[in-house]
């Protein structure tokens, strides 16, 4: 049996994240399962911090905005007309777009007199983040999960764990 975090290894954390304020921004609810090695699964200072470590180990790291999801960048907002967006748009809602530097997705988050702002940023850029994670489990990774660089389920190739996990 495994226990060490290495390359190609398939690793379960408990963890929580939480703001400089202190304030829950994931509670790990669901542990985070990854491929370690360099697959994007995890920011790559967790995943160098978590290299080496064992079943049981637990790891308190700060993320600058840097290490995370990037520093606010005011040129991502904007405010539109609204007659640009479809007439039930409303805060919250996504919008794709497709620019010189690539496809960037705005989200709504303010509607008022015929106008909407958009913003391009993370929810989470600009804001350090402090992760208090427990290594779980550890695992060696399938041929497969190798090759297709994602954790399988149970039931065979899946894609990598959706939803709002702000570690993916």
């Known amino acids: ?3 060490e ?3 190609n290894c398939i690793v379960t954390l408990d963890y929580t994240v939480t703001d ?3 304030s829950v921004i994931d509670d790990g609810r669901q542990p985070l399962v990854y491929l370690h090695g360099g ?3 995890i920011f790559p200072k967790l995943e160098e911090a978590l290299h080496g470590k064992k079943v049981g180990e637990n790891l308190k790291i700060k993320l ?3 290490e995370a999801f990037g520093d606010y960048d005011e040129q991502l907002v904007a405010v539109e007309d ?3 967006f479809p007439e039930d748009a409303e ?3 996504v919008f794709e777009r497709v620019s010189d530097a690539g496809e960037v997705l705005y989200r709504v988050t303010e509607i008022a007199d015929g106008k909407i702002v958009v913003d391009g940023n993370h929810p989470l ?3 350090a983040l402090f992760f208090d994670m427990t290594v779980t489990g550890v695992r060696p990774a399938t041929a497969e999960e190798v090759a297709h660089e994602h954790v399988h389920g149970e039931e065979g190739c899946h894609p990598p764990m959706s939803g709002e996990r702000i570690v993916h």
Do not use: S, T
């Open 5 to 7: 975090i290495i390359k």
């Open 91 to 93: 805060i919250g809602m």
């Open 82 to 84: 609204a007659d640009m």
């Open 125 to 127: 850029a600009g804001v």
């Open 64 to 66: 600058q905005p840097e």
């Open 20 to 22: 400089p304020d202190g």
């Open 39 to 41: 697959y994007d699964g």
């Open 1 to 3: 049996m495994q226990d």
